[in-house]
């Protein structure tokens, strides 16, 4: 796991700027190499052979290719053997030179063979081609740069900003950050600076830039035979922990008292003793039941499975303590009350060990949140004559379910605004704190459709809602809030549910049978929806009865009572327009001090609006002024 940086011209004072910003990703080497008209640089978290001999920028025979690359490739020994019978000789055991030999070998084709994480740039010597690639779901963050035939890149947003070119905030960017609490890719927050796409390559050359997809979901029949699938999801998901365990230094996992993170501890702690495990709690509050439910049910999981537990009690003075380096370390304005805590955690885990993993997608895959369920409910109820929606019937049952509030959602059509309906925040709300002049509210649906809508699935619809949580908020809010708190404190986090090979078979599975199918009852609000019940039965000797007895939390975090709070005068401080003078024009002050005074007596609850703007003022003061 490591850090990339890179541009289309020569300047060897400026990639070792680049490279000492991204330095936290990278802590045991750092290198730079100059070509005829290249500067690339990388930092190195040392996973897989540990010698000089995995130094990058790496080169290959002859010196015609050079690669920086920042992952993981966990079949790199098979496609090595491969290479091998094709009279390749390896001179270090790491996956950085398979990558270099099988791009030599068969161009851009080496994508469809490597399972893992990455993002890498490898640079033609001969030609001044730079062909770079990110992995297929978007683990590992890939930013760039391209204007007036100039081309940076790198790992983190930050080093392109090293460069003396153009802040200027997008204002699509600007408006989708505030109704979703984070920018889709290819966005960024700011004009002419890119995310590469997850499952796309580029090649730069000249000046100019192609972009192409290698990977996305292919148009295949669903699968029914129920057996079939169990073994399938058992197998898949074993091998993906199995493989992800390889490495040269201590690895750990990330343990909530969720079914994801419950079955990977399961799994490897029956390939490996003395499995170290994580997790966090909070300091004693009026609702300490509430707030540390996570960390009582790892806690038991981690007896249960017998491995080495590590809990973090967490103060609001830590969180506090750590909420500005939190928002710097992720770039780009992601509004996420957790990200303090994911930082914080990651901080102390690395003490231990240099790997961890995470249990990030398996809910999208296997129909976790319960916007896939009642999206679901709501796709049933439109199969009914519409006048007989209209029925007061109909508004009982969603009672019954604890969602009165989705009434007013059964009669819009499948697409963009059923999506949107689920994930933005309220028009209403934000019309109150968001100037005129840079308030779009047309801005996200447009994107958005452009993106994932452009053709509806009228059949499956909440298939292709939980596709677009796996192409937006999955790799550009949940992926890359855990690679750079983990980064940002020198470890590696891995996802085995994101196996490509998973991902695939999740996708060809019947919705009702993550969802319940049969099995899903319209009870009495508070009962709470459970889901993923086919992961359940496929990997159910790693799930305890304790585990499986509970409903689905989420992992909360006691951020409302902070603002109340132990957070009070700091969110009075940020909120307040003397303290960032660029935002002054952009928001309405007395709305908001009004929004935070209402919250604070108790009055209205106003979490995701107050930290969105508190996120931003600080975003942009530490990156824009």
């Not at 059509?413 to 949107?420: A, C, E, I, M």
Request: glycine share 8%.
């Amino acid at each position: 796991m490591c850090g990339i940086n890179g541009f289309n011209f020569i300047d060897k004072g400026l990639i070792h700027e680049m490279n000492e910003t991204t330095k936290h990703r990278g802590p045991d080497d750092a290198g730079v190499f100059l070509s005829a008209n290249y500067s690339l640089g990388h930092n190195r978290l040392s996973i897989i052979d540990l010698s000089q001999a995995g130094h990058q920028p790496m080169h290959g025979k002859d010196k015609r290719y050079t690669i920086v690359y920042n992952g993981e490739i966990y079949n790199f020994l098979d496609i090595r053997k491969e290479l091998i019978a094709k009279g390749y000789v390896f001179v270090s055991d790491t996956d950085t030179e398979v990558i270099l030999c099988a791009y030599e070998e068969w161009g851009s084709d080496c994508l469809e063979k490597f399972n893992g994480m990455f993002a890498f740039a490898i640079l033609d010597n001969q030609t001044g081609r730079l062909f770079l690639a990110r992995d297929r779901v978007g683990i590992k963050p890939l930013y760039y740069y391209h204007k007036e035939g100039v081309f940076i890149f790198s790992s983190e947003a930050k080093a392109i900003f090293k460069h003396k070119i153009d802040k200027t905030i997008n204002k699509d960017a600007l408006n989708i950050y505030f109704r979703l609490l984070y920018v889709p890719a290819p966005l960024t927050i700011w004009e002419n600076v890119y995310k590469l796409e997850p499952g796309h390559y580029a090649v730069v050359e000249r000046g100019k830039m192609e972009i192409k997809r290698y990977w996305e979901m292919e148009e295949k029949p669903l699968i029914y035979d129920r057996e079939y699938l169990e073994s399938e999801i058992s197998n898949l998901l074993t091998d993906s922990i199995k493989m992800q365990l390889v490495s040269d230094r201590p690895v750990g996992v990330f343990l909530s008292g969720g079914i994801d993170s419950t079955i990977i501890a399961g799994v490897a702690s029956s390939f490996s003793k003395n499995i170290k495990t994580f997790s966090v709690g909070f300091e004693e509050t009026a609702q300490a039941e509430k707030y540390n439910n996570d960390a009582k049910v790892a806690r038991k999981t981690a007896h249960h499975f017998g491995t080495i537990h590590n809990e973090y009690i967490l103060s609001p003075k830590d969180i506090k303590n750590s909420l500005e380096d939190s928002i710097y370390h992720m770039d780009e304005p992601i509004s996420n009350h957790v990200q303090a805590v994911n930082l914080l955690l990651a901080r102390e885990a690395s003490k231990q060990v240099a790997v961890v993993l995470g249990g990030d997608g398996g809910d999208e895959l296997f129909g976790g949140y319960e916007r896939y369920y009642y999206n679901y409910l709501i796709d049933r109820f439109q199969k009914i004559p519409k006048f007989l929606r209209k029925n007061i019937v109909t508004e009982i049952i969603f009672d019954i379910v604890g969602k009165s509030s989705l009434y007013e959602k059964i009669n819009t059509p499948p697409g963009v605004s059923r999506y949107l309906n689920f994930l933005s925040q309220k028009e209403d709300q934000i019309e109150l704190f968001l100037c005129r002049e840079y308030n779009n509210p047309a801005a996200t649906a447009e994107w958005y459709k452009k993106l994932y809508f452009n053709t509806v699935d009228k059949k499956n619809f909440t298939r292709q809602f939980m596709r677009t949580d796996l192409l937006s908020w999955l790799p550009s809010e949940s992926l890359v809030r855990s690679d750079k708190m983990s980064m940002a404190s020198g470890l590696e986090q891995r996802v085995p549910f994101l196996d490509h090979r998973l991902v695939e078979l999740a996708d060809r599975i019947p919705l009702e049978y993550k969802i319940g199918g049969k099995g899903i009852h319209i009870g009495k609000a508070g009962t709470g929806y459970k889901g993923k019940d086919i992961l359940k039965r496929a990997m159910s000797a790693y799930l305890p009865d304790f585990v499986l007895d509970q409903p689905k939390w989420g992992w909360f975090s006691p951020a409302a009572k902070w603002i109340r709070g132990d957070l009070k005068g700091y969110f009075e401080e940020v909120l307040s327009p003397s303290y960032c003078v660029g935002t002054k024009d952009m928001f309405d002050f007395n709305a908001i001090q009004k929004i935070l005074k209402d919250h604070q007596s108790g009055q209205k609850y106003a979490l995701n609006t107050l930290w969105s703007i508190f996120t931003f003022q600080i975003w942009y003061k530490r990156f824009m002024e």
